[in-house]
Every structure is written in C-alpha cells, then in structure tokens.
T-cell receptor, first 116, second 112 residues
Framework: AQKITQTQPGMFVQEKEAVTLDCTYD???????LFWYKQPSSGEMIFLIY??????QNATEGRYSLNFQKARKSANLVISASQLGDSAMYFC?????????????FGAGTTVTVRA | DTGVSQDPRHKITKRGQNVTFRCDPI?????LYWYRQTLGQGPEFLTY????????KSRLLSDRFSAERPKGSFSTLEIQRTEQGDSAMYLC??????????FGPGTRLTVT
C-alpha cells in the first residue's frame, strides 16, 4: 500500500517569491515514481514534474523543482518566482514502477494563493 | 495534439436517475483510468483499462457503477440509481503504457 501525506492545507505566497510544498510518502515498493499535479479552479489536473526513486538528481521543469530526500521519504515541490497564475491546488502522487503498477495514490492537496 | 476530453463538464441529476459520462483519451494512449474526487480531497482510483480490457475495479466502484471502453478508444462511465453520495468530480486520465497520466477537465456530478 502507498500513502501520501500533505500536511499544509493552504499557503499564501507573495508574487515573485519562492514557495515550498511539503510531501511525505510511505511505500514498501523498492522502485516507485513521484508526481506533482496542479489543479486550478477549472478542475483539470495538470502534470508538473516527475521523480523516479532511483534518479540521482532532483527533477526540474522550468520554475518547478522537486527536492527529493529518499531517506526521509519526502518529495517537496519548490515553485520559484511565483506568478498569479500559480494560484491553484497542488497534489503530490505516487505509484510503483512495476509493469502492473498503474494506480496513482494522491495526497489531500495544498491550496496555494499567490498575492500581488 | 488534443488532450483528454470529457463530456459533460457538469451534470445535475435527481437521486435515483442514471447518468453516463464520456471520456476521449489522447489518441495514441493505450491506457485509460477513471478517478473520483470529492471536495477537499485528492483523486481516488476507480478503474483502469488497457486497450479495451478493464483490468481492475476499485472497491469504491459499487455494482451501480459500470465502465466500458469499446474498441479501446473512448470510455463511458455509467452510474445507475444515483445517490447523493455519488456527488463528486469524475476524472478521466490516459497514458501511453506506464508513462505519465494526463487528465481531462473532469465531469462534476451533483445529485439532488
């Protein structure tokens, strides 16, 4: 079984500043993948970034970076230079990497509000 | 390259009625997933198709729920005899094999 914990229900950040969203996970799988999705008020889940458990370097995608600490079982998302359009709900998710692992397990999410 | 589409975007129905939702995945994606999301929570897995074969149904999917993916293209999710507890956002996602899942905009169901 896999479990994702996001302890921050809501966060405020000033425009142009960085924000870190916490994510811890629990799994018995040796190989797994970690994902972050953004969900604006429109409802669509937008894939942001992926980190494999055996990847040696932290993943980065533009203004998004994933601070992966395997020993601590954490996969925090860092959004740099926040923009007003970053206001949304953010979900951390994971799944195994075996051929029969396909279900994503999601955390409860963190709402980010960017202030001008 | 169009993304995942879902229809309708919103559905209001009375308790006891049947509803059907449609999902059109990204065209080359062989895998299709349905998730349900209630207010303030993350999505929960409902069911999964590889091509036209439904390979897993979650325990969340009672006998009132049925999903199909004829010909391995679009998929439908039907809920019979809707209950107020069925009110949620129903999300469809697709992927090419085990790569990233891309989600549609969801269908928001309200049962009155």
């Amino acid at each position: 079984a896999q479990k994702i914990t996001q302890t921050q229900p809501g966060m405020f950040v000033q425009e142009k500043e960085a924000v870190t969203l916490d994510c811890t996970y629990d799994t018995s799988d040796q190989s797994y993948g970690l994902f972050w999705y953004k969900q604006p008020s429109s409802g669509e889940m937008i894939f942001l970034i992926y980190q494999g458990s055996y990847d040696e370097q932290n993943a980065t995608e533009g203004r998004y970076s994933l601070n992966f600490q395997k020993a601590r079982k954490s996969a925090n998302l860092v959004i740099s230079a926040s923009q007003l359009g970053d206001s949304a709900m953010y979900f951390c998710a994971m799944r195994g990497r075996g051929p029969n692992d396909y279900k994503l397990s999601f955390g409860a999410g963190t709402t980010v509000t960017v202030r001008a | 390259d169009t993304g995942v589409s879902q229809d309708p975007r919103h559905k209001i129905t009375k308790r006891g009625q049947n509803v059907t939702f449609r999902c059109d995945p990204i065209s080359e994606h062989n895998r299709l997933y349905w998730y349900r999301q209630t207010l303030g929570q993350g999505p929960e897995f409902l069911t999964y198709f590889q091509n036209e074969a439904q390979l897993e149904k979650s325990r969340l999917l009672s006998d009132r729920f049925s999903a199909e993916r004829p010909k391995g293209s679009f998929s439908t999710l039907e809920i019979q005899r809707t209950e107020q507890g069925d009110s949620a956002m129903y999300l469809c996602a697709s992927s090419l094999d085990n790569y990233e899942q891309y989600f549609g905009p969801g269908t928001r169901l309200t049962v009155t």
